[in-house]
């Protein structure tokens, strides 16, 4: 898997500590006033529990909105919200003064269902900018998948598929958007157990890991966890801990010390696959030539 350099959003700072932050643009995307932008008063949904909405937020601090919302210009320059209100006002949580914005100024149904199958259709969109766009054309066009799948020519499988991407973990959806990984990525690590992911999806772009090596690495984990694990009485010494950083720097993050009770022990090396064996060699033979 290559990692496209080009276009990362700032969400990838906050996935691998890194800073990096880059707008993106597009012909009817604008960055609005978040004061500018009110609800719909027909909008039938009033109640927005506060617990998930303060989650949301807190996502929104750390990642940017990654699903614009879509507005209606009226004629005294602000805007009314099409789809997003909850987006809307967990930016609002999340103490953002400008948020991205489709904007859409025709009333014209058929034409604005038509200008986002063609987006749909567009080449060079990535699997979030697909779903993003899909999850559009249901909440403005008010259609069902079965519909949709029919205007842009997909399976109803398929459409689901995109429409799921829309439920992952933050973190995911960034690194799809950013073409970090692809939805074949994706799959194999909402696969693995929830508190493991986000250190797969770490490695997937630390490495550039291919689509086999995540499901190996998954399918690891699994065995890893139906084997009843060893407990140990005592945590492992500082010194250990301090090995175990060391190490991490020189040959790969995941290493593990087993420690007995007579002092005697195993430093263990983890490794998704021959990519792995053979970055560590070539490590190793650096490090003895020196």
């Known amino acids: 898997m290559k990692i496209n350099n080009i276009g990362l959003g700032r969400g990838l700072g906050a996935i691998l500590d890194t800073e990096n932050v880059v707008t993106q643009t597009s012909d009817n995307l604008k960055e609005l006033e978040i ?44 805007y009314i919200i099409i789809s997003g209100e909850r987006r809307w006002r967990a930016s609002q949580m999340a103490g953002l003064t400008k948020i991205p914005a489709y904007i859409r100024e025709a009333d014209d149904q058929n034409l604005h269902e038509m200008a986002l199958v063609e987006n749909i259709q567009r080449q060079d969109l990535n ?10 054309l249901i909440d403005e066009c008010n259609i069902t998948q079965d519909t949709m799948a029919s205007r842009v020519g ?81 945590e492992l010494p500082e010194n250990y801990t301090r090995l175990v950083e060391q190490l991490s720097k020189i040959l790969t993050e995941d290493i593990v010390i087993k420690s007995e009770k007579d002092g005697k022990g195993k430093i263990i090396i983890g490794f998704a696959g021959d990519d792995d064996i053979n970055m560590l060699l070539e490590k190793i033979e650096k490090l003895t030539e020196k």
């Open 127 to 136: 699997a979030m900018e697909i779903a993003i766009s899909m999850q559009r």
């Open 35 to 78: 004061n500018s932008i009110m609800p719909n008063p027909k909008q039938p949904r009033t109640n927005f529990e506060e617990e998930p909405l303060a989650e949301l937020a807190e996502s929104i601090k750390t990642y940017g909105l990654i699903q614009p919302v879509t507005v209606r210009k009226e004629l005294n320059g602000n």
């Open 154 to 234: 997909k399976k109803r499988s398929t459409v689901a598929n995109y429409l799921r991407l829309l439920s992952l973990p933050i973190e995911m959806q960034v690194a799809l958007k950013d073409n970090l990984i692809t939805m074949g990525h994706a799959k194999a690590i909402a696969s693995a157990p929830d508190d493991k992911r986000l250190g797969i999806l770490k490695k997937c772009i630390k490495k550039e890991l291919s689509v086999r090596a995540v499901e190996d690495l998954v399918r690891k984990l699994a065995q890893k966890h139906e084997e009843p694990e060893q407990e140990q009485d005592n």
